[in-house]
């Protein structure tokens, strides 16, 4: 079975970081794009960023310049710093593959995290 772990949310202070980690582990042929969306309380889930296998980055503007995106192809992990964090990013971040392709397989899924929470207040 196909899943995302993730790691790294928490409480921080308004100007403060934080790095989330997201793996894929299962049974694996290949991960094409890998993201992170986020929740916020009484909002729609929102795409904050995403990476392809080839390093295409894409980011909402919001984020730009404070959060940075990247990935470790060999180890199917996606990551994302956040920098300059604001009390408006508070959410639940999901990590997100949308074409998983398993091993031994011609079928692709799209996969989810389980979410992780980042609060930022003082």
């Known amino acids: 079975q196909v899943q995302l772990v993730e790691s790294g949310g928490g409480l921080v202070q308004p100007g403060g970081s934080l790095r989330l980690s997201c793996t894929a582990s299962?049974?694996?042929?290949?991960?094409?794009?890998m993201g992170w969306y986020r929740q916020a309380r009484g909002k729609e889930r929102e795409l904050v960023a995403q990476i392809t296998s080839g390093g295409t980055l894409n980011y909402v503007d919001s984020v730009k310049g404070r959060f940075t995106i990247s990935r470790d192809n060999g180890k199917n992990t996606v990551y994302l710093q956040m920098n300059s964090l604001k009390p408006e990013d508070t959410a639940v971040y999901y990590c997100?593959?949308?074409?998983?392709?398993?091993?031994?397989?011609?079928?692709?899924?799209?996969?989810w995290g389980q979410g992780t929470l980042v609060t930022v207040s003082s």
């Open positions: 997100n593959a949308p074409k998983i392709r398993e091993a031994g397989s011609f079928r692709y899924l799209e996969v």
């Open positions: 299962g049974s694996i042929f290949s991960v094409n794009a």
